[in-house]
Structure formats: structure tokens, C-alpha cells
């Protein structure tokens, strides 16, 4: 089985729900991180019940991939925070369709068609994660200036990416810092508010600056570094700020 979380996570293998949930991982160091595969093709909508879930009543009408991701990602939220003596936790959303964390947690959610990633440690922290597919070159032209200035493609061409994985790298991690200070800020804002300003491909982290508007008040550092795992098909990024 492939590896599912990034090589720097201390993780262990979960017992899937086949032929649903096809595998899972989770991690107590050094944060608290979670993911799995699923095949949508395989969801039945018992499998909510099954898991002790609860489909919202906009979700019971949606289409079936819809309700696998929703079922899919609930049941790894449950699982991680099984961890910290929360069992049979559901993850709600409120009208803007941010979670709702268990007092005391801060996560973040994300999935692209068949994958999980989850991340929630105890507050006070900011906690942001994403996870795309790659981009293919074509896309990546396309959407090049809609991401990221060209002095960051620059920035990470000289590094050695290609304009896929830059594309990808800086779209994701800009996700990553939006959901990591959305519930601060209280503010939408666009990637133009987030500027990438270096990159150590050795260490796989970037560096950022942040604008005012993207900034939380209570911090105190524009400048935040986000971890990030590139493969040839996905980008997985993730940072945790003031838990350490």
C-alpha cells in the first residue's frame, strides 16, 4: 500500500471499512493528522449509519460522490479525535460552511476525489492543511496568474519545479493559510494577500507574507512557514502556528 500521510508524520495504519474506506492512517507526532482513501463508487448511504453518522438534510438529497466525501471525511475526523477522548464526535458546519470544532480543538478539512487529509491540535493554535491533485501543465498555464506573480514562479523554477508543481505548491498552500486564519480574520481574501517569499526544498517547508488584511490580529508574525509534500500525482501542505 502506498503511504498515505507525509513520511515526517509518526503514523500507524487503521483498520479500513472495505470496500468503502480502502485505507487509513493516523499520526500523534508531530502533530495530529489523519487520512485515508476511499472509492465513492463503493458508498451506500447506510454506510452513514453504520459509521453513527448523521447526513445534514441538504446532503441527503446530493449526488453520491457528495455524500461519500462528506461519510468519508467524518469518519476520519471521528477517528483522530477517538485519540483524544472525544468518541463518536460528528464535524458540523455552520452556515458558511466552516467546521465545528469540539471546544478546545482547532482542525482543518480537506480532500480532493479520493483522498483525506486531516489535521486538529488543541487551541490556542492556527491550524491550516490542503490537499490537491496535481495540475496538469496545461491547467497550470491557465491559472498561473490567477495563483501566484511571476516572481514567485521564479522563485520556484530556480528551485527546481516545474510549472505544474509550482502552480500546485503555491495554490495549496495559500489554502492552507486561508483556512488557518479565515476563523481569525473573519475576512475573505484572495491569494494576492499571501505572497511566497522563499522555499528550502531540502526541508519541504516555504515561507510566506501576509498582507494586514490576511494577518490575525493576536499574531504578532507576518511571516509563517508551511510544511509541504510534493509527489508526482498530489500536494499536501499543512502548518500549525503558535502550538509549538
Given at each position: 500500500m502506498s503511504q498515505l500521510l507525509p513520511p515526517r508524520f509518526q503514523s500507524v495504519q487503521l483498520e479500513p471499512c472495505l470496500p468503502f474506506i480502502l485505507q487509513a492512517e493516523i499520526s500523534s507526532g508531530p502533530f495530529h493528522a489523519?487520512?485515508?482513501?476511499?472509492d465513492a463508487s463503493a458508498f451506500t448511504p447506510q454506510l452513514a449509519s453504520q459509521f453513527c453518522l448523521v447526513l445534514p438534510e441538504p446532503l441527503r438529497h446530493a449526488v453520491k460522490k457528495r455524500q461519500a466525501e462528506y461519510v468519508a471525511s467524518r469518519w476520519l475526523v471521528a477517528k483522530l479525535l477517538a485519540r483524544s477522548n472525544l468518541p463518536n464526535f460528528q464535524l458540523f458546519n455552520r452556515p458558511d460552511r466552516s467546521p465545528i470544532w469540539p471546544t478546545g480543538k482547532v482542525?482543518?478539512?480537506?480532500?480532493?476525489d479520493h483522498k483525506i487529509f486531516?489535521?486538529?491540535?488543541?487551541?490556542?493554535?492556527?491550524?491550516?492543511?490542503?490537499?490537491e491533485r496535481m495540475l496538469t501543465q496545461e491547467k497550470a498555464a491557465e491559472l498561473r496568474s490567477m495563483?501566484?506573480?511571476?516572481?514567485?514562479l521564479a522563485l520556484l523554477t530556480q528551485s527546481g519545479l516545474s510549472l505544474s508543481q509550482a502552480t500546485t505548491l503555491v495554490f495549496s498552500v495559500k489554502e492552507t493559510l486561508y483556512k488557518a486564519?479565515?476563523?481569525a480574520v473573519q475576512t475573505l481574501f484572495g491569494f494576492e494577500q499571501v505572497t511566497l517569499i522563499a522555499i528550502d526544498p531540502q526541508a519541504s517547508k516555504v515561507t510566506v507574507q501576509l498582507s494586514t488584511v490576511a494577518l490575525?490580529?493576536?499574531s504578532r508574525q507576518a511571516r509563517w512557514?508551511?510544511?509541504?509534500w510534493l509527489t508526482d500525482t498530489e500536494v499536501m501542505s499543512w502548518v500549525v502556528q503558535g502550538a509549538l
Open positions: 489523519a487520512c485515508c482513501q476511499f482542525g482543518s478539512l480537506s480532500h480532493h486531516t489535521l486538529i491540535e488543541s487551541g490556542p493554535v492556527w491550524v491550516g492543511n490542503d490537499i495563483i501566484m506573480t511571476a516572481e514567485e486564519v479565515y476563523p490575525p490580529k493576536a512557514d508551511i510544511d509541504y
